[in-house]
């Protein structure tokens, strides 16, 4: 961490920001709401000032790219050599005049509800794929297709179960799609358990008629005991038909 950044080495944007108290070096830049409870209102972080510091270009391109990508960042605070507290999460709101950038809170609460491309933008850049990070994207965007769905709908779509067993099944894996297709009603299925196994593993689909595709591997067996019908149909609209489509030739165990 050099002057309070922390910026991971050849990456365009910050992680986290030390804040000082002091009106040595950078000065006081905590505005505080509550100090007693260590709230604040806002950061001024001051850019290096030293003309022979060949760190303040890269350090000013990383804040102005957190501003831009809209990039929380964490804030600490050292109260003695060594020892910092945590403020909480900030993000970099405006970039003044005279070269300060201003830092405002950010709430677990803002989290919560901000786009997933915050966090993906931040996984795109490493290159991560750790099953960690992918989840947490995951279950925030699927949480939400969930309520989007169940306001069409109360029941598994082959069978009678309803929700709190339902499982939002995408019918174009989340894995292989966009933003937009991973939030769209009418890519989904709300399906009880057993049955979002089978279709999610290719083992179901539907015709464009809405007829159901059985494939060649499930036996008889199979069929029986997940009470799967021959006569099932779903009534799909023209958006959810090209989503289907994708699935039957795509997911779709057929040999």
């Given at each position: ?51 022979k ?116 099944s995408?019918?174009?894996p ?38 159901i595709?059985?494939?060649p ?32 030739e ?6």
């Open positions: 961490m050099i002057r309070g950044l922390y910026k991971p080495a050849g990456k365009p944007y910050l992680l986290s920001y030390q804040a000082t108290e002091s009106e040595e070096n950078y000065g006081k830049q905590i505005i505080w709401k509550r100090e007693d409870e260590n709230e604040f209102i806002r950061i001024e972080m001051a850019p290096p000032s030293s003309p510091d060949n760190r303040k270009k890269s350090d000013i391109k990383a804040d102005r790219y957190n501003l831009d990508h809209n990039i929380p960042i964490g804030i600490l605070c050292e109260i003695n050599k060594g020892q910092n507290i945590i403020l909480g999460i900030g993000m970099i709101t405006a970039e003044r005049a005279d070269g300060v950038f201003i830092i405002k809170p950010f709430s677990f609460k803002q989290l919560k509800k901000a786009k997933i491309t915050i966090i993906e933008s931040i996984v795109d850049i490493e290159d991560l794929n750790t099953s960690a990070v992918r989840e947490v994207i995951q279950r925030e965007g699927k949480d939400k297709f969930k309520k989007v769905l169940l306001s069409k709908s109360d029941k598994c779509a082959l069978c009678r179960i309803v929700d709190p067993y339902l499982v939002a995408h019918i174009k989340w894995s292989r799609c966009n933003d937009s297709e991973r939030l769209d009603v009418n890519n989904g299925l709300l399906l009880c358990p057993n049955h979002d196994l089978l279709f999610d593993r290719g083992y179901i689909s539907f015709k464009k008629d809405g007829s595709l059985l494939s591997l499930l036996s008889a067996t199979i069929i029986e005991e997940f009470g799967i019908r021959s006569d099932i149909r779903l009534i799909m609209n023209s958006d959810q038909k090209k989503y289907m489509k994708w699935h039957e795509n997911q779709f165990k057929n040999n």
